[in-house]
């Protein structure tokens, strides 16, 4: 799923959870700030899992900075989004519920054996 994709799905949710979450979390609700609405810190949020790299700094500098800057005009600094995460958090979890299939009642569980560590040998002298 490429960023655009991403952002449109995000976009939509949000058109409807934004004012239904203010009607309900005034004081908790993000408000735009410096030109960034709460789908494109998602978007962001969203797109680290699939980039491949391991630490969200490194992705948002390497990837989102250098190569993203199209799609988000107004880039803010790495800790600027930072403070603006907890934010988001409770439309993002709400996002990806909604996201969620519908429970045919079937489940599957892996039950491969997890590797013990080895015990180390005991010491009767």
């Not at 030109?35 to 962001?44: A, D, K, N, Q, R």
């Not at 948002?60 to 107004?74: A, D, I, K, M």
């Not at 603006?84 to 489940?107: H, M, T």
């Amino acid at each position: 799923m490429d960023t655009v994709a991403i952002f449109c799905a995000l976009d939509d949710f949000c058109q409807w959870f934004e004012p239904w979450w203010e009607q309900r979390l005034l004081e908790l609700a993000p408000k735009r700030r410096g030109g960034w609405c709460l789908s494109e810190v998602m978007t962001i949020l969203g797109g680290f899992p699939l980039s491949g790299y391991r630490t969200f700094k490194h992705y948002y500098l390497g990837e989102v900075l250098r190569h993203q800057r199209p799609y988000f005009p107004g880039l803010v600094s790495y800790n600027r989004l930072v403070e603006l995460l907890p934010g988001a958090l409770v439309p993002w979890c709400c996002f990806l519920v909604s996201r969620f299939g519908r429970c045919s009642g079937i489940s599957f569980i892996d039950s491969t054996q997890i590797r013990r560590l080895s015990q180390p040998a005991s010491r009767d002298a």
